[in-house]
């Protein structure tokens, strides 16, 4: 597999991830070939990096998400980039500390969902837990709701273009949760369009696709270098090709 690489130097290589790939094993996933394997033959030196079987990856992207994947190549770069990522954690749980979030990393999605989202731009603010009925799933709860293992979770998004019986959007996350992006917009009811575990019944699927509309195009981060880089990445063309097919 040719995975592309969008940025590298001492410290990060940051990856353009297909869809269709497991990022790192985790569970049965019967000798399947992970991102991770593919940048270990070609990065020997991420062995350094964390510990196996993750090695140096620094976030995560489910199977069928494309998209910014930031890896470490070294295990202060990982130490760097995790403190990063606590802060928005901690700033989070600090009310009065609103600011860190807002002048820390920035992660933005592309994703379809199902139907017409009438307000162009929302902040979704609620718990997210493991789900009671399926353990492969997240489930959003309302902040009322504590219990434990339920984390505080933010979401915004504004909508890019409505089409028939679509909306396409940009989603920004403040926070890093499982799932967290697909389990908001189920929880809103829009599915993200081809996702099969966070869907409904009687979901819709445009025709020709065969893997959840959600793609990773934009991170905004500090380096170890002590840089803050912008790095992004363009729809992939089966993408493309489903949103030119649809109908407005």
């Known amino acids: 597999m040719n995975v592309k690489i969008i ?8 990856v353009d991830k297909p869809a269709g790939i497991v990022v790192f094993p985790e569970g049965d996933i019967s000798g399947e070939k992970t991102l991770i394997d593919y940048l270990v033959e070609k990065n020997p030196e991420l062995k350094l990096a964390g510990e196996t079987p993750r090695y140096g990856i ?10 910014i994947l930031l890896v ?22 600090d009310k009065k500390n609103s600011q860190t979030l807002e002048k820390s990393i920035e992660k933005r999605y592309i994703a379809l969902v199902e139907g017409d989202i009438k ?14 009925k399926d353990p492969r799933k997240q489930k959003a709860y309302s902040l009322n709701e504590a219990k434990t293992g339920r984390r505080e979770a933010v979401s915004e998004y504004k909508v890019l273009q409505r089409f028939k019986d679509y909306t396409l ?13 697909r389990c908001h917009l189920s929880y809103l009811h829009h ?3 081809g996702d099969k575990l966070y869907g409904f019944k009687n ?17 905004k981060i500090q380096l170890p270098n002590g840089k803050t880089e912008e790095f992004k990445s363009d729809l992939p063309e089966g993408l493309q090709v489903i949103l030119k097919n649809l109908k407005t």
Do not use: C, M, W
């Open 72 to 93: 470490a190549k070294n295990s202060e770069a990982l130490i760097f980039f995790q403190k990063q990522f606590s802060a928005v954690a901690k700033a989070l749980a």
């Open 203 to 219: 979901s819709k699927t445009p025709e020709g696709l065969t893997r959840q509309f959600l793609h990773a195009s934009y991170l």
């Open 169 to 181: 959007l940009e989603v920004q996350i403040k926070t890093g949760r499982r799932h967290q992006i």
């Open 7 to 14: 940025y590298e130097d001492n410290d990060v290589l940051v």
């Open 58 to 67: 620094a976030h995560r992207l489910d199977k069928d998400t494309s998209g």
């Open 119 to 132: 307000e162009d731009n929302r902040t979704i603010h609620t718990l997210i837990g493991r789900s009671p």
């Open 191 to 193: 599915p993200i369009a």
